[in-house]
């Protein structure tokens, strides 16, 4: 599904987008949209790409809005840019994603279910 798009500049849909809580480093709000918004804590939520899903958690690059750089093959705490990389727990979070044998770089989140590029089903961990 296409977002309308208000401001009228040209965006392209991508799903592979987070926008998670950042509210310091010892945040635990674990908030995690694939739109943006606010979080409980009242912090605005910051925009993050997905580099990787491992497991139930998703890797994600929070460099400028718009990044499309990739995980660090040498270092894989920090992106192709060389900044740190946030992990984020997906269970609980009611999102769908793609962990095609268990780890994978399909890098699809969604918000409802349906099927990833890869072929597989997504997935949702309560
Ligand atoms: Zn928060
Ligand atoms: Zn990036
Ligand atoms: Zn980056
Ligand atoms: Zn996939």
């Given at each position: 599904?296409?977002a309308?798009?208000?401001?009228?500049?040209?965006?392209?849909?991508?799903?592979?987008?987070?926008?998670?809580?950042?509210?310091?480093?010892?945040?635990?709000?674990?908030?995690?949209?694939?739109?943006?918004?606010?979080?409980?804590?009242?912090?605005?939520?910051?925009?993050?790409?997905?580099?990787?899903?491992?497991?139930?958690?998703?890797?994600?690059?929070q460099?400028?809005e718009?990044?499309?750089?990739?995980?660090?093959?040498?270092?894989?705490?920090?992106?192709?840019?060389?900044?740190?990389v946030?992990?984020?727990?997906?269970?609980?979070?009611?999102?769908?994603?793609?962990?095609?044998?268990?780890?994978?770089?399909?890098n699809?989140?969604?918000?409802?279910?349906?099927?990833?590029?890869?072929?597989?089903?997504?997935?949702?961990?309560?």
């Open positions: 599904m296409m309308p798009n208000q401001q009228g500049k040209q965006v392209q849909q991508r799903h592979d987008i987070l926008h998670t809580c950042n509210c310091g480093a010892g945040c635990t709000c674990n908030t995690t949209k694939t739109s943006p918004g606010v979080c409980r804590c009242g912090a605005p939520l910051k925009w993050g790409h997905i580099l990787k899903i491992e497991g139930d958690e998703a890797i994600l690059c460099c400028d718009g990044c499309t750089c990739a995980l660090n093959r040498q270092e894989q705490s920090k992106c192709t840019c060389g900044k740190p946030k992990r984020v727990n997906l269970k609980g979070t009611g999102l769908y994603f793609c962990n095609c044998g268990g780890s994978c770089m399909c699809t989140v969604s918000d409802k279910p349906g099927k990833c590029g890869c072929g597989m089903d997504l997935k949702k961990v309560d």
